[in-house]
């Protein structure tokens, strides 16, 4: 009886038998709720440990990416710019050949000119011998 005027008061007994505010139920529920909260916040830190090491492997390949990227660009300005260079080396050795071509041409004609002239010059010493 003294028990539930007490209840009525709003004052309850506990295990130990010491007097509390909240009810039994209520205190246990309100402990309960307090160790879910605290392995909750231990929980959401874990994550954030580990949500932190996922972001720094991220970042860490992102360069990775990154690095590799410029040297694959790096790569390919270099593949172009020897294509270039050898598309330009392609045209000088055609204009030399062509150009060699002509000196070619040029001593050929010379040449047919010489012989022409050793020929009318043997002739005309074959005729000086011939006459004398």
Do not use: W, Y
């Not at 992102?62 to 694959?72: C, F, I």
């Amino acid at each position: 009886m003294a028990d539930e005027a007490l209840a009525r008061a709003g004052l309850h007994f506990d295990e130990l038998n010491k007097i509390r505010v909240l009810e039994p139920e209520v205190a246990q529920q309100t402990k309960e709720l307090k160790e879910e909260c605290k392995e909750f916040v231990d929980k959401i830190g874990d994550f954030q440990k580990i949500v932190g090491t996922f972001i720094d492997m991220v970042d860490s390949v992102a360069k990775e990416v990154e690095k590799e990227k410029m040297k694959a660009i790096g790569a390919r300005n270099l593949l172009k710019s020897i294509a270039k260079q050898r598309e330009s080396q392609q045209q000088q050795l055609h204009a030399l050949i062509t150009e060699k071509k002509m000196q070619l041409e040029r001593l050929r004609i010379q040449h047919d000119a010489l012989l022409k002239e050793e020929a009318g010059q043997n002739e005309f010493i074959e005729q000086l011998i011939l006459q004398n």
